[in-house]
């Protein structure tokens, strides 16, 4: 069945530039998070989006960081002039409703040379 | 900031052994999840207490939760070498976003 997809699955750019992250979310599901995962740490949270009510931004650790959600499934997450502690995994996760449980992608590797 | 904080940090058993991880949290929640995350692979849910149950079970799976401790706790029984991975709790507290644990780096040894 289809799960959460997440692109690309490695990203690696130098220092300055902008990138891109893309999430599917599974169909129907309401409610799509992005999270961010240094190695061998725990989750942070980034963004979270419930249906049409204005995104959660609280986890975002900069202005850096911005993310969209179009039509209420795809969303993308924007990270300008990256640094090297941008380093991390990022992944996305999409539940049917808030407080459900979560279904995660496998998550962007993105390295900053 | 982290809501919950699982112990140990780290737990090596070898396969038929039982392997116990805990979860301390601190505020009042809703229900508590446990997740399972494989090396380089997203979390994947493998159970849900909700905060008026005391003890769930899934196949090999044992989950408790007290909630006058504010802990939980995660049993698997036979383990195997495939249960190898991080395990995270998860704490949903009334109006707020899910809030993930550090982890614990399951390694079990055939």
């Known amino acids: 069945g289809a799960g959460v997809s997440q692109s690309p699955s490695n990203k690696v750019t130098e220092k300055g530039k902008d990138v891109e992250l893309r999430c599917d979310p599974i169909?129907?599901?309401?409610?799509l998070y992005w999270y961010r995962q240094s190695l061998g740490q725990g989750l942070e949270f980034l963004i979270y989006?419930?249906?049409?009510?204005?995104?959660?931004k609280s986890g975002l650790p900069s202005d850096r960081f911005s993310a969209e959600r179009t039509g209420g499934s795809v969303s993308t997450l924007t990270i300008q002039r990256t640094q090297q502690e941008d380093s991390a995994v990022y992944l996305c996760?999409?539940?049917?409703?808030?407080?459900?449980?979560?279904?995660f992608g496998d998550g962007t590797r993105l390295s900053i040379l | 900031s982290q809501q919950g904080e699982e112990d140990p940090q780290a737990l090596s058993i070898q396969e038929g052994e039982n392997a116990t991880m805990n979860c301390s949290y601190k505020?009042?929640?809703?229900?508590l999840q446990w997740y399972r995350q494989n090396s380089g692979r997203g979390l994947v849910h493998l159970i849900l207490?909700?905060?008026?149950?005391r003890e769930k079970h899934s196949g090999r799976l044992r989950v408790t939760l007290d909630t006058s401790k504010k802990s939980s706790s995660l049993l698997i029984t036979a383990s195997r070498a495939a249960d190898t991975a991080s395990y995270f709790c998860?704490?949903?507290?009334?109006?707020?976003?899910?809030?993930f644990g550090t982890g614990t780096r399951l390694l079990v040894s055939p």
């Open positions: 996760a999409s539940s049917l409703v808030e407080s459900q449980p979560q279904h």
């Open positions: 989006f419930q249906g049409n009510s204005a995104p959660d």
């Open positions: 169909s129907g599901h309401t409610a």
């Open positions: 207490i909700r905060s008026n149950e």
């Open positions: 998860a704490t949903d507290a009334r109006f707020q976003k899910l809030v």
């Open positions: 505020t009042s929640i809703n229900n």
